[in-house]
């Protein structure tokens, strides 16, 4: 199916604010530590076949947080990569990290993919279910979407719809959203994918007045434009 009927990206909205797993009955057998091995793949025109260059992929390892209503803002692991001129990307391997007290890798949070372009209609990914039997023993996880091709659909809707694409996306990132815990804190994940977030505030800025005020903006992260655009410039240049 499209990305509407994916929801918006919303794959993600929905099952982030919907807890699968009853966390404190299991904790005892979770894994210590996780990892995750290398993604790598292809981006394609859904209408000409063709690669394409310069989309921006994220990966997000997403934790179930909290003991009786699990929660999913809290990232293990983000990473970010764009697609070159035969449009492949790859995500290198990482771990193992040790994820915070009470919380674990949930079966398609492990990880969650999104694609974005602009022109294009954005997309995600994620591990299907139902889960293997293990899942829950499992410290090393993939990506059923490794070394697959992504077909991304040129966008032909309203700047009012694309608002709303971007908001979407905005919510997949955890925009701006609190770390939970007796002292919820701003996250700051923009600091691991920054190409990405710049991507999404770049256009934001394009759109007319009235419409940009649906899309959230740098200060709800308190960062800076400048700061991101710093911190984009010198991982190109590492």
């Given at each position: 199916m499209r990305f509407l009927l994916r929801a918006r990206f919303a794959v993600l909205s929905l099952a982030l604010g919907v807890a699968s797993f009853g966390l404190?009955?299991?904790?005892?057998?979770?894994?210590?530590?996780?990892?995750?091995?290398?993604?790598?793949?292809?981006?394609?025109?859904?209408?000409?076949?063709?690669?394409?260059?310069?989309?921006?992929?994220?990966?997000q390892w997403?934790?179930?947080?909290?003991?009786?209503?699990?929660?999913?803002?809290?990232?293990?692991?983000i990473l970010e990569a764009v697609t070159d001129m035969v449009g492949h990307?790859?995500?290198?391997?990482?771990?193992?990290?040790?994820?915070?007290?009470?919380?674990?890798?949930?079966?398609?949070?492990?990880?969650?993919?999104?694609?974005f372009k602009p022109g294009y209609v954005p997309d995600g990914r994620s591990n299907y279910d139902p889960p293997p039997a293990n899942e829950a023993d499992m410290s090393q996880r993939i990506?059923?979407?490794?070394?697959?091709?992504?077909?991304?659909?040129?966008?032909?809707?309203?700047a009012a719809t694309w608002a709303?694409?971007?908001s979407d996306i905005q919510i997949s990132l955890a925009w701006g959203a609190a770390t939970?815990?007796?002292?919820?804190?701003?996250n700051d994940y923009w600091k691991q994918m920054p190409q990405f977030v710049l991507a999404i505030v770049e256009q934001r800025n394009l759109l007319p007045g009235d419409l940009r005020?649906?899309?959230?903006?740098?200060?709800?992260?308190?960062?800076?434009?400048?700061?991101?655009?710093?911190?984009?410039?010198?991982?190109?240049?590492?």
């Amino acid at each position: 199916m499209r990305f509407l009927l994916r929801a918006r990206f919303a794959v993600l909205s929905l099952a982030l604010g919907v807890a699968s797993f009853g966390l404190a009955s299991s904790v005892a057998a979770l894994p210590t530590a996780y990892s995750a091995a290398e993604i790598h793949g292809w981006v394609v025109d859904a209408e000409t076949k063709k690669p394409l260059e310069g989309v921006h992929v994220v990966a997000q390892w997403i934790l179930q947080t909290g003991i009786i209503h699990g929660e999913h803002v809290v990232r293990l692991q983000i990473l970010e990569a764009v697609t070159d001129m035969v449009g492949h990307y790859t995500l290198p391997a990482w771990g193992p990290k040790a994820p915070p007290p009470f919380s674990r890798l949930e079966w398609g949070f492990d990880p969650i993919l999104g694609f974005f372009k602009p022109g294009y209609v954005p997309d995600g990914r994620s591990n299907y279910d139902p889960p293997p039997a293990n899942e829950a023993d499992m410290s090393q996880r993939i990506s059923l979407w490794n070394r697959r091709t992504i077909a991304l659909e040129p966008f032909h809707g309203t700047a009012a719809t694309w608002a709303t694409y971007l908001s979407d996306i905005q919510i997949s990132l955890a925009w701006g959203a609190a770390t939970p815990g007796p002292v919820g804190r701003i996250n700051d994940y923009w600091k691991q994918m920054p190409q990405f977030v710049l991507a999404i505030v770049e256009q934001r800025n394009l759109l007319p007045g009235d419409l940009r005020n649906l899309v959230r903006d740098l200060k709800t992260w308190n960062v800076t434009e400048s700061q991101l655009r710093t911190l984009v410039k010198e991982g190109r240049t590492r």
